[in-house]
């Protein structure tokens, strides 16, 4: 089953889009399975406790708000969440 991300924003939001862009690249480097989706909607943000945007979730577990995560974060985080979904691991990007 393909990973999930959502990347959190409003519809003039160009770094949620500069966001979403370079998680794209991300994972077709990495050789992940994820399907990314952008969020602009205010109350699914809402629904899942987003204050401030851009933010990006990965299986509905939000690993950034109010900012973008550098490339090298983002990889951490993808990362730790494959290592979380076989049981060897735990999400943060404060590692």
């Given at each position: 089953?393909?990973?999930?991300?959502?990347?959190?924003?409003?519809?003039?939001?160009?770094?949620?889009?500069?966001?979403?862009?370079?998680?794209?690249?991300?994972?077709?480097?990495?050789?992940?399975?994820?399907?990314?989706?952008?969020?602009?909607?205010?109350?699914?943000?809402?629904?899942?406790?987003?204050?401030?945007?851009?933010?990006?979730?990965?299986?509905?577990?939000?690993?950034?708000?109010g900012w973008v995560p550098s490339r090298?974060?983002?990889?951490?985080?993808?990362?730790?969440?494959?290592?979380?979904?076989?049981?060897?691991?735990?999400?943060?990007?404060?590692?």
């Amino acid at each position: 089953m393909p990973m999930r991300i959502v990347v959190y924003g409003t519809t003039s939001d160009a770094t949620a889009y500069a966001a979403m862009a370079q998680i794209r690249s991300l994972i077709r480097e990495m050789g992940v399975d994820a399907g990314v989706q952008i969020v602009t909607d205010e109350k699914q943000r809402e629904m899942q406790g987003i204050e401030s945007t851009p933010a990006v979730a990965i299986e509905g577990m939000t690993v950034s708000a109010g900012w973008v995560p550098s490339r090298t974060e983002l990889r951490r985080a993808i990362q730790q969440h494959i290592e979380m979904a076989s049981g060897k691991s735990s999400l943060s990007l404060d590692d």
